[in-house]
């Protein structure tokens, strides 16, 4: 069965230093792996996917994540933090058994301190 | 070309009541799937509809039941409101069900 794990429910940076959000991964399957953000009262937008093409991953806003397989894990990372940043984040992975549908991580509430 | 919109974007319902909540897939799309994300959670997948069929289905119980149209348009429905129901109902339509899926705006419903 496919599952993500969001290691941190609550992630705090200063504005102009680096995020790391972390998520695992456990998949019976080569992965699809995604992250999307939420800003308070919106939908979901996504940041960046992964499909077995290159493992480092760009994506909007200045985002990346690398796909670890040795070590299950899909972290995501943007070198300096924005005010705007502040959202909550989900890992995701697909469910290739039919629907392909998503499963998600509990999310991170990323805040950006000025 | 328009992205995946829901409506309405609030509602509140009483207990009991029955409520249909309604996604605009994004044009070219022929998959809708309705996730439900209650506050503080990531969202749970309700069902998905492919070419007007439904082709596969979480964890939710028969009262929440839907529809998907010849132009890949959605319905929601979900009978005997409990309080529980109260969530945000996030749809999100994709090109076909492997490819990636564009969220709309979700539609949140209130259960009194």
């Given at each position: 069965?496919?599952?993500?794990?969001q290691?941190?429910?609550?992630?705090?940076?200063?504005?102009?230093?680096?995020?790391?959000?972390?998520?695992?991964?456990?998949?019976?399957?080569?992965?699809?792996l995604?992250?999307?953000?939420?800003?308070?009262?919106?939908?979901?937008?996504?940041?960046?996917?992964?499909?077995?093409?290159?493992?480092l991953?760009?994506?909007?806003?200045?985002?990346?994540?690398?796909?670890?397989?040795?070590e299950?894990?899909?972290?995501?990372?943007?070198?300096?933090?924005?005010?705007?940043?502040?959202?909550?984040?989900?890992?995701?992975?697909?469910?290739?058994?039919?629907?392909?549908?998503?499963?998600?991580?509990?999310?991170?509430?990323l805040?950006?301190?000025? | 070309?328009?992205?995946?919109?829901?409506?309405?974007?609030?509602?509140?319902?009483?207990?009991?009541?029955?409520?249909?909540?309604?996604?605009?897939?994004q044009?070219?799309?022929?998959?809708?799937?309705?996730?439900?994300?209650?506050?503080?959670?990531?969202?749970?997948?309700?069902?998905?509809?492919?070419?007007?069929?439904?082709?596969?289905?979480?964890?939710?119980?028969?009262?929440?039941?839907?529809?998907?149209?010849?132009?890949y348009?959605?319905?929601?429905?979900?009978?005997a409101?409990?309080?529980?129901?109260?969530?945000?109902?996030?749809?999100?339509?994709?090109?076909?069900?492997?490819?990636?899926?564009?969220?709309?705006?979700g539609?949140?419903?209130?259960v009194?």
């Amino acid at each position: 069965a496919q599952s993500v794990t969001q290691l941190d429910s609550h992630v705090s940076v200063s504005e102009g230093t680096p995020v790391l959000l972390r998520c695992n991964y456990s998949s019976s399957y080569s992965p699809s792996l995604f992250w999307y953000v939420q800003h308070p009262n919106k939908g979901l937008q996504l940041l960046l996917k992964y499909t077995s093409a290159a493992t480092l991953v760009k994506g909007i806003n200045g985002f990346e994540a690398e796909f670890k397989k040795s070590e299950t894990s899909f972290h995501l990372t943007k070198p300096s933090a924005h005010m705007s940043d502040a959202a909550e984040y989900f890992c995701v992975v697909s469910d290739p058994s039919g629907t392909y549908k998503y499963i998600f991580g509990t999310g991170t509430r990323l805040k950006v301190l000025a | 070309e328009t992205g995946v919109t829901q409506s309405p974007t609030h509602l509140i319902k009483t207990r009991g009541q029955q409520v249909t909540l309604r996604c605009s897939s994004q044009s070219g799309h022929n998959t809708v799937s309705w996730y439900q994300q209650a506050l503080g959670q990531g969202p749970q997948f309700i069902f998905q509809y492919y070419r007007e069929e439904e082709n596969g289905r979480g964890n939710f119980p028969p009262r929440f039941s839907g529809l998907q149209f010849p132009n890949y348009s959605s319905e929601l429905n979900v009978n005997a409101l409990e309080l529980d129901d109260s969530a945000l109902y996030l749809c999100a339509s994709s090109q076909d069900r492997w490819t990636e899926a564009f969220f709309g705006q979700g539609t949140r419903l209130t259960v009194v």
